[in-house]
Nanobody, 116 residues
Framework: QVQLVESGGGLVQPGGSLRLSCTASGSTFSSYVVSWYRQVQGQARELVAH????????YYAAHVKGRFTISRDNAKNMAFLQMNSLEADDTAVYYC?????????WGQGTQVTVSS
C-alpha cells in the first residue's frame, strides 16, 4: 500500500507555470505506474499524463501535450507534473494516482486555478 500527497497547486495567471509534486510513502514507489488526473467540479475526472515505472514510456492527453511534462524520481519517491503555458481551462483539482496490478491509490488532490 502507498500513501500519496500532492503539493504545488495555487493561483497562476494565464501563460504561467506551476510544478506539482506527488510524494509517496509506505511502499516501493518504483513498482507503481503513476498518473496525474484532474477534475473540474461537476465533471468527470480525466487523465492528464501517465508515466511508467522506470520513467518511460509516458503519455499525455491531447489538450496538454507540448505544455505539460510528467517525470518521476524513484530514489525520492516522488513524481512531478511541470505545467507551462497554463490556460484558464487547466483550472481543476489535480490528483496523483499510483497503480500496480489491480491496486490503485489516490492522493487528496491539489487545486490549480488559472486566472488573471
Amino acid at each position: 500500500q502507498v500513501q500519496l500527497v500532492e503539493s504545488g497547486g495555487g493561483l497562476v495567471q494565464p501563460g504561467g507555470s506551476l510544478r506539482l509534486s506527488c510524494t509517496a510513502s509506505g511502499s516501493t514507489f518504483s513498482s507503481y505506474v503513476v498518473s496525474w488526473y484532474r477534475q473540474v467540479q461537476g465533471q468527470a475526472r480525466e487523465l492528464v499524463a501517465h508515466i511508467n515505472t522506470a520513467g518511460s514510456p509516458v503519455y499525455y492527453a491531447a489538450h496538454v501535450k507540448g505544455r505539460f511534462t510528467i517525470s518521476r524520481d524513484n530514489a525520492k519517491n516522488m513524481a512531478f507534473l511541470q505545467m507551462n503555458s497554463l490556460e484558464a481551462d487547466d483550472t481543476a483539482v489535480y490528483y496523483c494516482k499510483a497503480a500496480v496490478g489491480w491496486d490503485e491509490y489516490w492522493g487528496q488532490g491539489t487545486q490549480v486555478t488559472v486566472s488573471s
